[in-house]
């Protein structure tokens, strides 16, 4: 039994990973549905086309149907308060994705049933596996041909090194897709394909034997029993500790598009998934049925609502109750601001939030004090671990095309780098701004919404730059010595941190080789 209070100890905090076009926003938004935070579910289609969906914000991602921004939905379901947090799913964001996925207690991976495993769900897999997050799995498109579901949980357990255990099964697929058994209630959900995106029930039947199967199958209910008899020995029994270790995920097959099998999955998450975890600290390990409220920041976003001109900080509880109005201690630059209200996102609304429990993101206004990792408590000096910033690896320097405009310009770079998609540098010894990034696609998400959220027209050149190296020495004159000889290649990072910017990997090698007593950094903690 949990020793958390009710409240916390019905939280649910989870993301889903999947490859593209997996289904990864129609099942989000079949969870609002069945969560009541929507009340009808716009087909994706006429969703792409007209309203955004409820967890896009940018036009861009209409524009180009990728998820650009990671946005935070809570909603409840039976008695459970459920925080879903939507992570991006091109591979250019993966950054971004991680450290969303440091806020989570379990993930949900969707699959394609036609596809089975992708090289983006492998991906993600390897992140979530660095923390042992615990993974449930919805196997979708099951209206479609898909391959054989044996054969798919077979690849889940040999590319993701994961057992499997079915907790529903597939009854026929394609055209002939019946519904799915579910193999703990022992229940026959028959699958109804539903428009309009409502929700509409199909017929539940209790039981293999019931006669109102033979009725309904006729000669394909006896190859049923016998097909579920087969699976039940062939495949794995949930093991919940194992489930939780990492281990084991539990399996589920639907359809979204259909409101399909997602009943069975919410059900099942709610009583498997794990509470709110503790989070280890530099100090110590942070318990949630602590008083004292503790949190860290794991997502920046500038201009959410551009009728707002403002930045969030995305925070997870820890520990205690956030409330507002209350004073929090910026530890790392060790004053206590007070906190008059942080926004909460219920189902993508933004409200504001009169407290908050662990487990809960809000989203505390940032005038620019705010980083990624920052740890938020009531005084004591904490520092949450884990969050890791990764040396870009591609590097372009921003020419504006009206140079009146260069206050606007910085102000909009730094304002974007901030979210920690992308990075800024400047050079010491030039003006200019270099921007870094891990994909070639986040120039153009930088150089969009410079122009449509500060005015700004920037082009992005390319720059005599290979490579990222964080800087760090225990001796302050080494120190102040190599910033003046190698002066050329260095520059400061947003949070003002030495990096050194190789022009070819041989440069760094090189470098590395003469000054044997500094650090260069491939990955910097928060
Ligand atoms: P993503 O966020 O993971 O990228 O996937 P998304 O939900 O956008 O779904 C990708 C495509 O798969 C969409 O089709 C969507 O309609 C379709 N899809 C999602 N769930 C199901 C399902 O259960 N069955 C079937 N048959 N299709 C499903 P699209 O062609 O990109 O868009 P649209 O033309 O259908 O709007």
């Not at 002939?176 to 428009?195: C, D, M």
């Amino acid at each position: 039994m949990s020793k958390l209070p009710e409240a916390v100890a019905q939280r649910r905090t989870f993301a889903i990973i999947s490859h593209p076009d997996a289904g990864k926003t129609t099942v989000t938004e079949k969870l609002l549905l069945f969560g009541g935070a929507i009340q009808v579910a716009g087909t994706v289609k006429g969703r792409k086309a007209d309203a955004h969906a409820t967890s896009d914000w940018m036009q861009m991602e209409q524009e180009r149907g990728i998820s650009v921004t990671s946005s935070v939905m809570q909603f409840p379901y039976k008695g459970s308060t459920i925080n879903l947090l939507d992570t991006p799913g091109h591979a250019d964001f993966s950054e971004d994705t991680y450290r969303v996925l440091t806020a989570v207690d379990s993930a949900l991976m969707v699959i394609d049933a036609a596809k089975g495993v992708e090289e983006r769900t492998i991906k993600l897999m390897d992140v979530c596996r660095l923390r042992d997050t615990p993974i449930m799995t919805f196997v979708n498109k099951l209206d479609r041909e898909g391959r054989d579901p044996m054969e798919l949980l077979d690849e889940v357990e040999d590319v993701l090194r994961i057992r499997c255990a079915p907790v529903t099964w597939p009854i026929g697929m394609g055209k002939g897709f019946r519904g799915v058994y579910h193999l703990y209630n022992e229940s026959i959900h028959l699958f109804s394909p539903t428009h309009g995106g409502r929700i509409q029930e199909g017929e539940v039947i209790q039981g293999l034997d019931n006669p109102r199967l033979d009725e309904l199958f006729g000669g394909e209910a006896e190859a049923l029993r016998e097909e579920i008899d087969l699976i039940r020995g062939a495949s794995n029994d949930f093991d919940k500790a194992a489930f939780l270790r990492g281990e084991l995920t539990p399996v589920f097959f639907g359809s979204a598009i259909n409101n399909f099998g997602i009943r069975e999955f919410l059900d099942d998450f709610v009583s498997y998934a794990p509470e709110p975890q503790p989070r280890e600290a530099r100090e110590r390990t942070v318990t949630p049925d602590e008083d004292k409220l503790t949190g860290f920041v794991f997502k920046i976003q500038a201009n959410m609502d551009p009728n707002h001109r403002d930045r969030v900080a995305f925070m997870r509880v820890c520990s205690g109750r956030f409330q507002a109005g209350m004073k929090l201690r910026h530890v790392r630059i060790g004053k206590d601001i007070k906190v008059p209200s942080a926004i909460t996102f219920m189902a993508g609304e933004r409200e504001q939030a009169q407290d908050a429990l662990p487990g809960d993101i809000i989203g505390l206004h940032n005038h620019g004090t705010i980083q990624i990792g920052d740890t938020f408590t009531q005084g004591e000096a904490l520092k949450f671990t884990g969050i890791p910033n990764f040396a870009p690896e591609l590097f372009r320097r921003v020419v504006l095309k009206d140079p009146m405009r260069m206050k606007a310009l910085q102000k909009g770079v730094e304002q974007l780098c901030e979210e920690g998609a992308s990075q800024l540098f400047r050079p010491l010894n030039t003006n200019e701004l270099i921007v870094g990034a891990v994909g070639v696609l986040q120039f153009d998400v930088v150089a969009h919404r410079l122009k449509a959220e500060y005015g700004v027209d920037a082009v992005f050149e390319p720059v005599n730059v290979n490579t990222a190296r964080w800087v760090r020495c225990e001796d302050p004159k080494m120190l102040e010595e190599f910033r003046r000889k190698a002066a050329d290649n260095l520059a400061e990072d947003v949070a003002g941190n030495l990096t050194y910017l190789a022009p070819t990997r041989v440069n760094l090698d090189l470098t590395r080789e003469r000054w044997p007593d500094i650090a260069f950094d491939a990955t910097r903690e928060h």
